[in-house]
Structure formats: structure tokens, C-alpha cells
């Protein structure tokens, strides 16, 4: 490694800088706390999905597990992280089977990206989401699992937690571990490459089923 | 560029190398470009579709001003303190597990890159659309020593696949349709046959199953960047189709290029450009996928991660203060999509890897105004301004291209020759060189008449003997009452156009006629004011200064 380019380079820069430019303070005038209603915001949230052709449920903790075997299907392996609540899930059937994913080998099965791409989906919870944007973040915490397993598979079922809902993209952005490895999903997978019309689903999951649960 | 001598030991700017430069002059490359229907026809779709989009996101909300503003203010602060936000960052990127590379032109950064991939073995990488890597023009580089590097954003495979170039920042295929597209994937890869459609769908289709195999098996990536965060050492890349997580993802190694001017301060500050970058480039509330990474992170993604930090001009922006907020750009294209110009010609019209308005204000400042055709750049705009409106980070484009136009200008009329008559460095060295490379050209038809106007216009008396001449280009223009042909240097208008023939009297004359009126009416609604009369040709005029 250089260290020769690295001197060079902050150099010129500070040769480009002699006349010491005066920047000025930032302000963040742009609205930085919500004050819209909880309903709202949830609704708004709605919205947005569907805007992005993902599909929206509502669900609570008693519904769950048979919403989630409904959008599996009656044959489907699927993989969850290790961290997530098993009690969200529906029992095992002949057909229905649930792979735990545990990123680290002395505590579980780690999944190559070959087996991440033979299962047919995922069910992973969130972080935090943001109303306006309609993104969900996904930051590596253990219900949530590595970013490879929310990726492989073309089938994303992700639980979003009512109170884990806010308005804006400063509130979420405050809600999420900087270093972690972070996702922020907006909808399936999408091109608008071609002629500018949108496809849903190229090489992410094409199909998003986001549950709000309360 | 001009700066301002502070009495300070110079460091003379370095300019930048690679896909930056006009081959060909603009007016003859648009000229060339504007011909191909289709493409244009493409693009018009293309630019007024994002255009409606983009401006309904951005009226919804009712902070926009407000976070242009802090978007602006925080790219000043980056600028301004870029020597330590660098240093620091590479502290932080460091103390997570990654390597950091410092690469002052396009030849170093490709270097490091290629000794990166050698060094793991493999001669296959994948790679996330980047304007960096397309700007050292890596591709070829890396196929020069054995390395094949797959594009995997659609766009980019299309252009890749089509052995083409990119016309626009954010859709580089927009110049390419439907059934164009079907004939490059159909000869292109093995595994489509004729039962391949040109619906969109199922050519997005057709892109996932190629690349699907590639993801699950290629070990490198390499990867632009959107930001890096300085307190935090974070990489963040946006993107659409999940292209950019697979690589950033499933591969052991993963290097990223990302320009100098890519810092933003804190992670917060995240919270201003990602709102403002994904309403100005696709015209979506949200892209639907951002992922951002911090070094290494152990079972999750790539273990061996570098980023390598490019110059190749920056720094030579950064020394002009007229023109240093160029750097402030965030690679959206909305100034591309407004722009009449662009919408004409066309992203190839402009030759460097940064098409439209924004290319035209960078392409010159990072590689020097004399470079190739570049210094006839600054002049492919008609200075609407719309490109200032719809900048999210509010670089004033219009100012920029005029003061490089100014600069052109200088360097062409005398105060600097140009490239093509001054011998480098290693041409001519030493004092006899220094000297012959400061000399300043011969005048040209151009100064010499700018001369002239000077000297007649600054005088009230030449000026009036100079409007004595009226007639004769009455007499020159034709029953059209038109002027379409002048001699010599100004016949460079009249090929485009026509100029219309002069008034039977000048203004300054008709004035002295007529001023008294203005004097009586005024004296007639009971105010009281003297309107002086100008000098008719005839009167004698003081003295004029110098």
C-alpha cells in the first residue's frame, strides 16, 4: 500500500484548500419529528407498500402463524434466523418445513448460498420501518438474521411490529445500530431499465408479503 | 482553473485521466448524435417520463427547500475539512476489518484493483454499477490482464452485452428499446433461444436467470459507493433490483471505488441525502433496496473488504473556488432529465463518463479546460437555469459553465496557449520549455475584433460614428430583410442562423430625437426633471477614458 499516494492526495487537497472556504453551519430545518397520529402513520405505511406492489396484511400474535402458513403455501421449505420468535410460526407439516439459519457453525446449521437459493422462502422481522418512504429496515439483529438469507430466496415474508412504525426518514435512521450491516428494503426487487416501464422482481426477492403486527 | 494567489507555495492542480474527455467537439458529436432518431426519440420518452415523476415526489414534501439547503450546507462543511473527514474515515473503516487504498489518478486506482483480484486467484468478478469505476474505465483494464468483469445492473448488462456505451447517469440503456434489447440478449447469451419476448418482463426475466449462477458462484465483487459516513466508517450503496446486495453480499471479497468528495460527516447526515437522492434520480419515494456496510462483519457478507479512495481530477475541482461546488454532486440526473440540451443530443454527445449539464461543468474542471474537446463542453447549454432548479444539492450549474466558459475564453485568447501548441512536460523540458509553455499565442481574428468592439464601444463618440455604418448592413441583408451570411469569424453565427438586418437608425440617435418628449410629459403631469441628451455623431464628445 501507498503510503506515498495517500500523502500526495491530502496534499493537493489541502493545496486546493488554501483559501481556508467558509462553510456554512448546517441547519436542519426539514421536519425531523412526526406529529401525526400513530393510525395515521400506520395507514400512510400502508399506502406506500402497496404503491410498491409489495402486499400488506394486518395480523396479531394469534392470527400470525396461520397467515404465515396460508402465504407459504402447503409445500415449502423455508428459512428463519435463529433470533426469531418461534411462537409467530405454524407447526411443521409433511409439506412445510422450517430451516433454522444461525450465522455462526458451533451454533447451528449455516446455510451455503447454494441451499439459500433451493428454499422457496424466508421469514425474517425488522428493525424499524418508515411511513413515508414505505422501507423496511433489516440491521443483522438476531430475528432478523444475515443479510444473505433475506436475499436468496425469491419469497420475503417480513414482520413489522406495529410500535416499530415511524413517519419520517430521520426517526428511523435514528433507530438503527450504524455499523450494523443494514437493508433498507422499499418493496420487491424492481428495473425500470428498460423503456423506463417498471418490472417487479429481478434479482431480489420478487415477491415482498409484509405483515404489520399488533 | 483561476485561483486566487494567497502568497502560499502552490501546488500546482493534478488533472484526471480515463473516460473523461470529448473526443469530438460538442456541436459536431451532437450534430453526429442527433441524427439517430430513435436514440432521440428514446430519450424525449425517457427524460419527460422521470421528469413528471420526479416533480410529483418532490411537491409531496413540504420541506424539499429546506433539505437542499442542509444538503448544500453539508457538502460545503465535507469540502472544506476534506483532509481530516478522509483521515478519519479511513481511521474508522479501518478499526471494522477493512483495507483502504489511496489512488491519485485513474492508472493507480486500476492497479490497485487488478492486484487485489490477482491476489485471491480468481479471473471473474462481478460488479455493481459505479460512474467511478466507469470513469477509470476498469472494465477494459482488468480484461487487459485476464480478469472478466460482469455488469450486473440490467442497464449496464444491456450496454456491456451491446459492446456500447452509456448516454445517461441513471438508465445508461435509455437509448436502446425494447426489440433492440431482445437482439443483444438473443446473440449475446447462449442460453435464450427465439421464444424470448421483448416485454420488459421478461427480458428482466431473462437477466436474472444469466446472472443468477454468476452470483451464487463469483467470490469478488466490486462496487461504487453513494456515501461513506467519515464518523462511522459506512459504506452505502442505493440501488433497484437487488443486483447491488448480491454483490455486496454473497462474495468473499468486495472493493469498492469511491471518489474523494463521496464523505458526508455523520450517519445522520444520511438522513438528508437519502431523502433527496432517490425523488431527484428515479422519481420514487424510496429505491427499493440501500444497503450499508462498516468493514467487516463477521458471518455476515464479505470477509475481505477494501475501499479504494480516487482523486483523478478532485482535488484539481477542489482548487477552484468558482468552481469546487461540482464535487457537491450526488450522481442523481435530474439536472440531465430537465435539460433541453440533453434532450436534444444525447448522453453520447458529451463523450465523458458524465453526460448532460453536470458533465459538462465537471468533465472540464477534472480534467483541465484544454484537455481533448472538453473546453467545448461549457458551451453545450443555453443557461435556462432549469438544471439549478432541480439540483437536490443546489450546485449552481448555469454560474459554473459561464465562469468556465470565461475560462476558455482566457485560455484561448492569449493568456494561455493551448494543449495542442504546448509541448509537455517530458517534450520539452527544463527552462526553455517552462518558457515557451507560458508564452501567450498569437492574437486571433477573435481577440482582434473583441479588441476593435472594445475600443469603439467604450467611446460615445467612435460608437456613433460606428452606427454611421447602419445602412451598409441594410444594404447586406435581403428582401427577407435577413443577414444570412458574414465573412470570416463571425460567419460562425451566421451559419446557424440569421441575423436580423439593422434598424433604419440607431437607438442612440432615435433617443436624441425624441428625449425632449419624455421631459414635456413629465413636465405635463407637474413633476419636474432633466433628461439629458445624448450626443448625436455630429456633436463633439470630451475626451474618452482610457
Not at chain 2, 181 to 190: A, G, H, K, V, W
Not at chain 2, 218 to 227: L, Q
Not at chain 2, 315 to 344: F, K, M, T, W
Not at chain 2, 452 to 462: D, H, I, K, L, Y
Amino acid at each position: 500500500m501507498s503510503t506515498e499516494a495517500k500523502s500526495e492526495v491530502l496534499a493537493r487537497i489541502r493545496g486546493a484548500l488554501q483559501d481556508s472556504p467558509d462553510a456554512p453551519q448546517v441547519r436542519r430545518a426539514y421536519r425531523r419529528t412526526s406529529g401525526r397520529p400513530a393510525a395515521e402513520i400506520r395507514e400512510m405505511f400502508e399506502d406506500r407498500l402497496v404503491d410498491y406492489k409489495a402486499t400488506v396484511h394486518h395480523e396479531n400474535a394469534a392470527t400470525l402463524p396461520e397467515r404465515i402458513a396460508e402465504l407459504l403455501g402447503p409445500s415449502a421449505r423455508y428459512v428463519i434466523p435463529e433470533g426469531l420468535d418461534r411462537s409467530w410460526l405454524p407447526e411443521d407439516t409433511i409439506g412445510r418445513r422450517v430451516l433454522v439459519e444461525s450465522r455462526m457453525e458451533d451454533a447451528g446449521t449455516v446455510l451455503s448460498v447454494r441451499d439459500l437459493n433451493e428454499v422457496d422462502a424466508v421469514v425474517t422481522s425488522s428493525t424499524v420501518s418508515c411511513a413515508e418512504t414505505g422501507t423496511i429496515f433489516l440491521s443483522g439483529r438476531p430475528e432478523e438474521g444475515r443479510r444473505a438469507i433475506s436475499l436468496v430466496p425469491d419469497h420475503h415474508i417480513c414482520i413489522v411490529p406495529a410500535a416499530s412504525i415511524v413517519e419520517l426518514v430521520p426517526e428511523a435512521l435514528a433507530r438503527v445500530e450504524p455499523t450494523a450491516p443494514i437493508t433498507m428494503i422499499s418493496g420487491p426487487s424492481a428495473t425500470s431499465d428498460i423503456e423506463l416501464e417498471r418490472v417487479e422482481g429481478v434479482h431480489g426477492p420478487r415477491r415482498l408479503d409484509v405483515i404489520l403486527l399488533t | 482553473m483561476s485561483r486566487t494567489a494567497l502568497g502560499m507555495p502552490t501546488i500546482r492542480p493534478v488533472h484526471g485521466h480515463g473516460n473523461l474527455h470529448a473526443d469530438v467537439d460538442f456541436p459536431t458529436a451532437a450534430k453526429e448524435e442527433m441524427a439517430n432518431i430513435q436514440m432521440r426519440a428514446n430519450i424525449r420518452h425517457a427524460t419527460h417520463t422521470i421528469r413528471g415523476k420526479r416533480a410529483r415526489v418532490v411537491e409531496e414534501l413540504p420541506d424539499w427547500q429546506e433539505l437542499r439547503t442542509a444538503g448544500s450546507a453539508l457538502k460545503e462543511q465535507v469540502m472544506a475539512n476534506l483532509p481530516e473527514l478522509l483521515e478519519q474515515f479511513e481511521k474508522n473503516f479501518t478499526a471494522r476489518g477493512g483495507t483502504v487504498h489511496w489512488a491519485r489518478d485513474a492508472a493507480e486506482a486500476n492497479r490497485i484493483i487488478t492486484e487485489l483480484i490477482e491476489a485471491t486467484g480468481t479471473t471473474d468478478v462481478i460488479k455493481v454499477k459505479s460512474m467511478a469505476t466507469a470513469e477509470i474505465d476498469l472494465e477494459r483494464h482488468l480484461a487487459e490482464h485476464g480478469i472478466t468483469a460482469t455488469e450486473t445492473d440490467l442497464a449496464e448488462l444491456i450496454v456491456q452485452l451491446g459492446h456500447d456505451r452509456s448516454s445517461h447517469i441513471l438508465v445508461p440503456a435509455i437509448h436502446k428499446n425494447r426489440h433492440e434489447i431482445r437482439d443483444i440478449f438473443l446473440s449475446e447469451m447462449p442460453e435464450t433461444d427465439d421464444s424470448l419476448t421483448s416485454e420488459p418482463r421478461d427480458l428482466a426475466e431473462a437477466a436474472r436467470a444469466h446472472l443468477r449462477e454468476k452470483f451464487l458462484s463469483t467470490s469478488v465483487a466490486v462496487s461504487g459507493a453513494n456515501f461513506g459516513v467519515t464518523e462511522t466508517g459506512t459504506l452505502t450503496v442505493v440501488e433497484s433490483e437487488g443486483n447491488g446486495r448480491m454483490c455486496l453480499t454473497l462474495p468473499d471479497t468486495l472493493i469498492t471505488v469511491m471518489g474523494i468528495e463521496k464523505l458526508v460527516p455523520t450517519f445522520q447526515d444520511l438522513e438528508v441525502y437519502l431523502q433527496l437522492l432517490p425523488r431527484s434520480s428515479t422519481g420514487e419515494r424510496m429505491n427499493p433496496y440501500t444497503s450499508m456496510w462498516t468493514g467487516v462483519t463477521p458471518g455476515d457478507g464479505p470477509q475481505d473488504v477494501h475501499v479504494v479512495l480516487l482523486d483523478n481530477g478532485r482535488s484539481a475541482v477542489l482548487a477552484d473556488p468558482a468552481g469546487r461546488s461540482a464535487l457537491h454532486c450526488i450522481r442523481c440526473s435530474a439536472c440531465l432529465n430537465v435539460c433541453p440540451v440533453y434532450e436534444q443530443a444525447g448522453g453520447h454527445a458529451y463523450g465523458s463518463t458524465y453526460p448532460g449539464p453536470i458533465g459538462a461543468i465537471l468533465s472540464p474542471q477534472m480534467t483541465g479546460i484544454t484537455a481533448a474537446e472538453n473546453s467545448s463542453l461549457p458551451y453545450a447549454s443555453s443557461l435556462c437555469g432549469a438544471c439549478y432548479d432541480v439540483c437536490p444539492v443546489k450546485i449552481n450549474i448555469p454560474e459554473i459553465l459561464v465562469h468556465l466558459r470565461d475560462e476558455d475564453v482566457r485560455t484561448r485568447h492569449g493568456e494561455r496557449p493551448p494543449t495542442e501548441q504546448r509541448p509537455t512536460e517530458e517534450a520539452s523540458p527544463g527552462l526553455a520549455g517552462r518558457l515557451f509553455r507560458r508564452l501567450p499565442r498569437v492574437p486571433s481574428e477573435m481577440d482582434v475584433m473583441m479588441k476593435g468592439a472594445s475600443t469603439v464601444m467604450s467611446s460615445g463618440r467612435r460608437m456613433a460614428l460606428a452606427e454611421k455604418a447602419l445602412p451598409l448592413g441594410r444594404a447586406l441583408a435581403g428582401r427577407d430583410r435577413a443577414i444570412s451570411w458574414l465573412p470570416g469569424m463571425a460567419g460562425g453565427w451566421t451559419d446557424e442562423r440569421d441575423i436580423p438586418a439593422p434598424p433604419r437608425e440607431s437607438f442612440r440617435n432615435w433617443w436624441a430625437d425624441h428625449a425632449a418628449e419624455t421631459e414635456d410629459r413629465v413636465r405635463q403631469d407637474g413633476g419636474s426633471r432633466h433628461v439629458p441628451a445624448p450626443d448625436r455623431a455630429d456633436h463633439t464628445d470630451e475626451e474618452d477614458s482610457p
